[in-house]
C-alpha cells in the first residue's frame, strides 16, 4: 500500500494550498486517513484527521478555522484545504491512513500508513 501526497509548494503568508493523497495498492477501505506534518527542529504534529464512511472529522485545535480535510471516501483519498498560511505553518506535511479504529486518532502510531510528505513552504 502507497499513499502519495501533492499539492505542496511555496507561497506566502496569507495564501491557500490543497493538498491531496491518492492510494494505491491497497484491497481494503481504510478506517480513516489524515496528515500530519514535521517543522524543522520540531517534533511530529498532528493536523488533521477524516473517517472513511460515516463521517467525522479532527482537526487539531491550532489549525481549526483556517484548515480543513475532505475526502474520506472508498477511494482512500484526502484532501486538507489550508488558508490563511502562516510562516509557521512551513512544514513537511505527510498523508496518513488506518485500517483499523473505533474513533478518529490525533496519535501518529495509531496510523498504518505513511505518505513520503509533500514540502509546504510559506514566506513573509
Given at each position: 500500500v502507497q499513499l502519495?501526497?501533492?499539492g505542496g509548494g511555496m507561497v506566502q503568508a496569507g495564501a491557500s494550498l490543497?493538498?491531496?493523497?491518492?492510494?494505491?495498492?491497497?484491497t481494503f477501505?481504510?478506517?480513516?486517513?489524515?496528515w500530519f506534518r514535521e517543522a524543522p527542529g520540531k517534533e511530529r504534529e498532528f493536523v488533521a484527521s477524516i473517517r472513511s464512511t460515516g463521517g467525522g472529522a479532527n482537526i487539531a485545535e491550532s489549525m481549526k478555522g483556517r484548515?480543513?480535510?475532505s475526502g474520506g471516501n472508498a477511494r482512500n483519498m484526502v484532501h486538507l484545504q489550508m488558508n490563511s498560511l502562516q510562516v509557521?505553518?512551513?512544514a513537511v506535511y505527510y498523508c496518513?491512513?488506518?485500517r483499523y479504529g473505533d474513533r478518529l486518532y490525533s496519535a501518529a502510531n495509531n496510523y498504518d500508513y505513511w505518505g513520503h510528505g509533500t514540502q509546504v513552504t510559506v514566506s513573509s
Open positions: 502519495q501526497a501533492s490543497r493538498l491531496s493523497c491518492t492510494t494505491s495498492g491497497a477501505v481504510m478506517y480513516s486517513m489524515g484548515f480543513s480535510i509557521e505553518d512551513t496518513v491512513g488506518s
